[in-house]
């Protein structure tokens, strides 16, 4: 199998080096490893179909079409077959797409002339059909919306199966639609919801879905919601799915209404419901299905689409050795082409990217490190996975002084707080001072810089005055530093002055404004956050209230981070009830005691921003952090990690 593909990659290459003048007409060109520009942008045919779907998620007795606008090179065809990239969107005729907010926009004739993004410029003269595909339910696509479920996934589906003759389409007046210029192969792309269609459509494990690039996706729709029984946002599925559909509100009223009762926001448990929309080891779709290699991007400080969303997938992705790529931001939620200067270089991946699994060009993308990873607001670093596998994992302990050290503090020290409902601000100010409301401790100066590197997990032996409590923990960095400004713009400015990627027309340019990071120097930063319901310790799916008196163990991991602390910093472990910042609960009013003997976090950490630690790095003494005088590691030699 490995030498047929190697056979026909070289054949493919072979082929696509005929010139644009050949008798034939131009032809797919590579040179240097990457597709060239030998079509027209402006002559390409503009064409929508309809895909039938195999579901009613509007109940009116017919299976839902879903609205496909189409731009290909005008040489595609039988004669032509052409690979596809797919950007699926609930959001082409509300909210827009990309940082401009750009819409489709249509001709006299009904047809696209505005294809939002820069996929359809940049790629469409090099060999490719872009499809914008309005999600079921919105735009100009039948049905309701279903929020990361059955109708939203099976929509998709279809689309990829009509590219490869297993689903019927239709154009306007009714006659069939052929894909006879589709080599069957397609990509799917997207940010936000679109990102997260891709990861539902390739869980189904649908042929002819090659690769998928989720950018800010979700995984997991629970994971979007909720956090081990903490409920961010009350009634939202109704909500996001009011905000998608721009059809009468009757319409989708009744599905509308049935999101709500079976999200179960009573509870906050896993269910059926959930189970549904979870595209790691979900009902509908899982990561075993997966086939298409994935390129991952997201950012750390997304909080929005948390980053648990796409590092538990990129887990279950590695565990069954699905080919993959990764880059892990600073930011919020924002398009690796919003990156401060690496919009040329984002091009340029996803270029060579999709030039290697939709076309099998041999280009070495994927002998190169799989991981790009920002480490401060203008350092990345390339490595060989994410994680970096140089990051080992380190037990820190809280003490009754408010220390937070390397070994356990003394049998039957215990700290109290109430569960109330407070800000985050409100946390982890005066750190140092008693509150009622948290309890709070923290290393000495660090010695040298450490990076965490991965997804910490709190260890918690508690008893409660009540049958549960929510929980808070924070990860903070208490030191004056000059960071990437994520809460003011998702970090991000947008400028008066554009570049360009791609070929334009006057209905449709290829040019978009440039971005600077924004930045902000503050005397500390909460780096991971974490939440439970502690009667959800055991079971996301079921509850199970304590014991008021007695004590339980109470486990559970934050979110994922890349942050480097700096040397003289210090590292701050704040407990505390019900988070005001990002969830929609009510504090119990619990007062909850901690078993600081028995209790810990786990830091996974390196040196610097690459090196393993060993254990002299580290030490106590006396509650202070120092570091031996010489490090036993090599000398960092530029190589790639």
């Known amino acids: 199998m490995l030498l047929r593909a190697a056979i026909a990659a070289v054949a493919l290459t072979a082929i696509a080096a005929v010139p644009a003048h050949a008798a034939n007409g131009p032809a797919i060109t590579v040179d240097q490893g990457r597709t060239q520009p030998v079509f027209s942008y402006a002559d390409a045919v503009r064409e929508h179909v309809y895909v039938e779907s195999s579901v009613d998620s509007d109940s009116d007795g017919r299976l839902d079409r879903v609205r496909v606008d189409i731009i290909r090179p005008k040489e595609s065809g039988p004669g032509l077959k052409v690979p596809t990239i797919i950007d699926e969107s609930p959001y082409y005729d509300n909210s827009g797409r990309g940082n401009e907010s750009e819409r489709k926009t249509y001709d006299a004739a009904g047809e696209p002339a505005k294809f939002p993004l820069f996929y359809d410029n940049y790629f469409v003269p090099r060999g490719y059909a872009v499809l914008n595909v309005d999600m079921v339910g919105t735009t100009k696509s039948d049905g309701c919306p279903d929020v990361g479920g059955r109708a939203d996934v099976l929509g998709g589906k279809a689309v990829v199966d009509w590219l490869n003759g297993r689903a019927p389409a239709y154009h306007d007046d009714g006659s069939p639609a052929v894909a006879d210029w589709s080599t069957g192969k397609a990509g799917m792309i997207g940010k936000s919801y679109d990102g997260t269609l891709a990861n539902a459509v390739a869980a189904t494990g649908v042929e002819g879905l090659e690769t998928i690039v989720p950018i800010s996706a979700i995984s997991s729709w629970y994971k979007y919601q909720r956090s081990n029984g903490v409920i961010y946002n009350y009634n939202y599925m109704s909500y996001l799915s009011r905000a998608v559909d721009t059809d009468p509100a009757a319409k989708c009223a009744a599905k509308r209404a049935q999101l709500d009762v079976d999200a179960d926001d009573t509870t906050g448990n896993y269910n059926d419901f959930w189970a549904e929309r979870d595209y790691v080891a979900g009902s509908l779709g899982d990561a075993s299905k997966v086939h298409a290699s994935v390129f991952v991007v997201h950012t750390v400080n997304d909080l929005n689409v948390k980053p648990d969303n796409f590092s538990v997938w990129w887990q279950a992705l590695a565990d069954r050795n699905v080919p993959r790529k990764i880059w892990v931001g600073q930011y919020q939620h924002v398009d690796p082409f919003d990156f401060e200067g690496r919009r040329d270089l984002w ?77 985050e601000d409100a946390m982890v100010a005066d750190v140092g001072t008693a509150k009622p409301g948290r309890v709070s401790f923290t290393t000495g100066e660090l010695p040298r810089d450490l990076r965490m590197s991965g997804t910490p997990e709190v260890d918690l032996r508690v008893s409660l005055d009540k049958p549960t409590s929510n929980l808070t923990a924070l990860l903070v960095d208490f030191g004056e530093d000059t960071r990437v400004d994520w809460r003011r713009g998702q970090g991000v400015t947008t400028l008066a002055e554009e570049d360009c990627h791609g070929d334009s027309t006057a209905d449709d340019d290829a040019c978009y404004r440039k971005v600077v990071t924004n930045l902000a120097t503050r005397p500390l930063e909460v780096v991971a956050r974490g939440w439970i319901d502690a009667q959800n310790r055991d079971s996301l799916s079921a509850s199970s209230p304590l014991t008021p008196g007695t004590y339980a163990q109470v486990k559970w991991k934050t979110l994922p981070q890349e942050y480097v602390f700096k040397k003289g910093h210090r590292i701050g472990l704040v407990i505390a009830g019900t988070d005001s910042n990002y969830s929609g609960e009510r504090a119990t009013g619990t007062t909850v005691t901690v078993d600081l003997h028995k209790s810990r976090v786990e830091i996974p950490l390196v040196l610097g921003v690459g090196h393993a630690l060993n254990g002299g790095d580290i030490v106590k003494d006396k509650g202070a952090w120092h570091g031996p005088q010489q490090i036993d590691l090599p000398v960092p030699d530029n190589k790639l990690y």
């Open 347 to 423: 091009v340029d991946t996803l270029h060579r990217w999709f030039d290697r699994w939709l076309l099998g060009v041999d280009n070495g993308i994927m002998q190169e490190p799989r991981a790009d990873v920002q480490v401060g607001p203008a350092e990345w670093v390339t490595q060989k996975d994410w994680p970096t596998p140089a990051a080992s994992t380190h037990f820190f302990r809280p003490s009754a002084d408010g220390s937070l050290n390397l070994n356990p503090g003394k049998n039957g020290e215990t700290a109290s707080f109430t569960d109330i409902r407070q800000s």
